[in-house]
């Protein structure tokens, strides 16, 4: 049990960067496999949260539609998000792995109801990119 314990809170540092909290999951994964964690098990688990954190997102932007556009009104990287899905559509996803601007982008959209399928398969494959890349250069 006590093996899971890291990978667990890989999982949920990954899970709250991937929302508004200012966590960042890429100094949790470099952190991990620096300490000698499995790279393919980091992938998994920091893919895993971060994925599961942008359906959130996601449905919240969905549910809570006129609250959540408040609310990322009230920010520059919101105002943005709102702005580049608003022009873009679904194009705009390509950006939702970036610091900052990436985590407002799923909430919008949410918020604009894109399409799921094609959301999950953008978000989820530039997620788990970004997380390749940083564990591929460490080793």
Request: net charge positive; hydrophobic share 55%.
């Amino acid at each position: 049990m006590t093996e899971l314990l890291p990978y667990l809170a890989l999982f949920f540092t990954a899970f709250a960067a991937a929302t508004i909290l200012p966590f960042s999951s890429e100094a949790a994964v470099v952190a991990a496999v620096l300490a000698g964690m499995d790279s393919t098990a980091v992938l998994i688990w920091a893919s895993v949260g971060n994925c599961m954190a942008c359906l959130l997102n996601y449905g919240l932007g969905y549910l809570f539609h006129e609250k959540s556009r408040q609310k990322l009104r009230q920010s520059r990287f919101g105002r943005k998000s709102l702005i580049w899905v608003r022009k873009y559509g679904m194009w705009s996803m390509l950006l939702s792995w970036a610091p900052l601007i990436g985590d407002p982008l799923t909430i919008v959209a949410g918020l604009f109801r894109l399409r799921l399928l094609y959301f999950v398969i953008v978000v989820f494959a530039f997620r788990i990119g970004r997380y390749g890349m940083i564990i591929f250069l460490l080793n």
